[in-house]
């Protein structure tokens, strides 16, 4: 068979199990990066060559640094804060969690901030006599929005960088991505508080984290996660030779867990493994679209199209429209990796920078 064709329906069939998940996403896609090793469209040594990047130690050590917060109790620190200027007025309650959910999921992943958050949020609406229903909702688009602040604010900020690099293009910087991320917050807050919320209905749901135990504030704990975390970041926009990213936030997870802010088993629970090989296995999956040629054929009709020299307008457009619409049937590390993997082979060097770098920051799913 044809490598394009097979690659194709490989591809096709493991977009299907995203969509319908028959299956775990981790098992379809470790099976799908196993099938294109036994066809042939990728050496069988790089199947599992993608688990141990310098990208995928940094996410594992940003989380467990992002964790820490959590864990010395800053917050709790920020639920009390949060209900002292809300009131009893739900459209406050919003615009606080979301401020909140935005500034957090800068630096922690968006799922230890929902975690960590929601029982607060709750119990603030609770005790204000309003229903947390619509405020859990703008903790979750907060938690989405806050991800694209910063590199490490999602696994797919830090995913996306590596894939530019390892195609031969300049990576992201820390906050290369702030500007676009500050003025996606801003309008998304603005918009979820004065109209979004607006258009949902109450259910007037309790959940049962309300319960939830929190963890009081540990001084000694919130004074080395914060500076920690701080120096890491700092460390990390310098971006030094001696210094990768990468290896100044393992020395950070090593100090938060040597000084005890966290035990090893605390550490070890806060890395998304499954999201880790999700990512590990689908990079080898882009590999095999990329071997197959598939890339250069999508890439020369798209050229055809659009003329050689097409305007950065009509490009973001489609681009956006397309990654956008895919990711609200599948995840958004799926949609970076087979986008990127079409773009990067564009014969057009410039032409494919701009093509990945629009790709690489990918709109939040709702």
């Not at 097979?6 to 069939?13: S, T």
């Not at 999602?154 to 195609?167: K, Q, R, T």
């Not at 689908?282 to 798209?302: I, K």
Request: glycine fraction near 8%.
């Amino acid at each position: 068979m044809d490598p394009m064709i097979l690659a194709v329906a490989i591809m096709a069939i493991t977009v299907l199990g995203f969509i319908f998940e028959p299956l775990p996403l981790v098992v379809i896609s470790i099976a799908a990066s196993l099938v294109y090793a036994f066809t042939g469209l990728i050496d069988m040594g790089d199947v599992f060559a993608s688990y141990g990047t310098n990208t995928n130690i940094l996410m594992i050590a940003m989380m467990v640094i992002g964790s820490s917060l959590f864990h010395s109790g800053i917050s709790e620190l920020i639920g009390v804060k949060m209900a002292s200027v809300t009131g009893k007025s739900e459209r406050k309650a919003i615009l606080v969690t979301m401020l909140a959910s935005c500034a957090l999921s800068s630096v922690c992943t968006n799922i230890g901030v929902m975690t960590a958050l929601a029982p607060l949020v709750t119990a603030m609406c609770l005790a204000a006599g309003i229903s947390p229903s619509k405020a859990l909702l703008s903790l979750l688009f907060g938690a989405q929005l806050g991800g694209f602040n910063t590199l490490v604010g999602v696994p797919s900020n830090v995913l996306s960088s590596g894939l530019l690099e390892s195609a031969g293009y300049e990576g992201f910087g820390l906050f290369d991505i702030t500007p676009f991320g500050l003025c996606l917050c801003a309008v998304g807050m603005v918009y979820f508080t004065l109209f979004g919320s607006k258009m949902l209905r109450d259910t007037g749901y309790i959940p049962e984290f309300a319960q939830t135990e929190r963890k009081p504030l540990n001084k000694r704990k919130a004074i080395i996660s914060c500076t920690t975390l701080f120096c890491v970041l700092v460390l990390c926009a310098l971006d030094l030779d001696v210094l990768p990213m990468h290896i100044a936030a393992v020395i950070g997870a090593l100090i938060i867990v040597g000084t005890k802010c966290m035990t090893a088993q605390e550490a070890f629970r806060a890395i998304d493994w499954n999201c880790l090989f999700l990512m590990g296995s689908l990079s080898a999956v882009s590999t095999g679209l990329q071997n197959s040629g598939v890339g250069n054929v999508v890439a020369d009709f798209a050229l055809n199209i659009l003329g050689d020299n097409p305007s950065p307008l009509m490009i973001t457009t489609v681009l956006f429209i397309a990654v956008g619409g895919l990711t609200q049937l599948i995840s958004n590390t799926a949609t970076i990796l087979l986008f990127i993997s079409l773009c990067s082979t564009v014969s057009n060097t410039q032409l494919s920078v701009e093509l990945v770098r629009i790709v690489s920051v990918p709109w939040p799913t709702p």
